[in-house]
Nanobody, 119 residues
């Protein structure tokens, strides 16, 4: 069993910053991937940022490149998403996702946190 808890989020004005955090606990042997997704009502969940913990490489949704930064700490089973220069179109529920090895591969999600950017 793996338990994931998200924190952060909230209301911010255009141009402001927020930091989202996520922590996993439980029977984790290794985390091989860390992801942040977001979803707005009526639309599919989209991948915002991903971190390969093997080589440290990161990838970002084009619209957030240069503004968002994903980071992770394998020793502590945590990840963060630093969001700067926020825009109203970044408003969404954000979800963290850990790709882990327990007895086998598994994918675990946070509960979601609302980010609202006012214009």
């Amino acid at each position: 069993q793996v338990h994931v808890v998200e924190s952060g989020g909230g209301l911010v004005q255009t141009g402001g910053s927020l930091r989202l955090s996520c922590a996993a606990s439980g029977s984790i042997l290794r985390i091989y991937g860390m992801n942040w997704y977001r979803q707005v009502p009526g639309k599919e969940r989209e991948l915002v940022a991903t971190l390969d913990t093997g080589d440290g490489s990161t990838k970002y949704l084009d619209s957030v490149k240069g503004r968002f930064t994903i980071s992770g700490d394998n020793a502590k089973n945590t990840m963060r998403l630093q969001m700067n220069s926020l825009k109203p179109e970044d408003t969404a529920v954000y979800y963290c996702n850990f790709l882990v090895i327990e007895r086998g591969p598994g994918s675990y999600w946070g509960q979601g946190t609302q980010v609202t950017v006012s214009s």
